[in-house]
Nanobody, 117 residues
Framework: QVQLVESGGGLVQPGGSLALSCAASGFTFSLYDMTWFRQAPGKERELVAGIGRSTGVIRYGNSVKGRFFVSRDNAKSTLYLQMNSLKAEDTGLYFC??????????RGQGTQVTVSS
């Protein structure tokens, strides 16, 4: 079955960096667009970044442009998110999902990112 397992979250000070990973299994990873979302307590789910099947198309949420970078390794069936210059407002549960916008059909359990001094 489809599995998406995120890792790499943790506590980081403002201005710091974290690198998240999402290990995919149970489907042909290279055939799907992939997306990172995040959700903070009391807030709606927010798009962080999306990447096309062949990495030719990448999109970012407005709040993370220039600070976060999404990538993928189709040979390893893994999605990545490099997060730099982290801010307190970046705190939340980050999860990866298979698909893009209306085609999202599976998501992982998420990894918690907390930005605090």
């Amino acid at each position: 079955q489809v599995q998406l397992v995120e890792s790499g979250g943790g506590l980081v000070q403002p201005g710091g960096s974290l690198a998240l990973s999402c290990a995919a299994s149970g489907f042909t990873f290279s055939l799907y667009d992939m997306t990172w979302f995040r959700q903070a307590p009391g807030k709606e789910r927010e798009l962080v970044a999306g990447i096309g099947r062949s990495t030719g198309v990448i999109r970012y949420g407005n709040s993370v442009k220039g600070r976060f970078f999404v990538s993928r390794d189709n040979a390893k069936s893994t999605l990545y998110l490099q997060m730099n210059s982290l801010k307190a407002e970046d705190t939340g549960l980050y999860f990866c999902a298979r698909g893009w916008l209306a085609t999202v059909d599976y998501r992982g359990q998420g990894t918690q990112v907390t930005v605090s001094s």
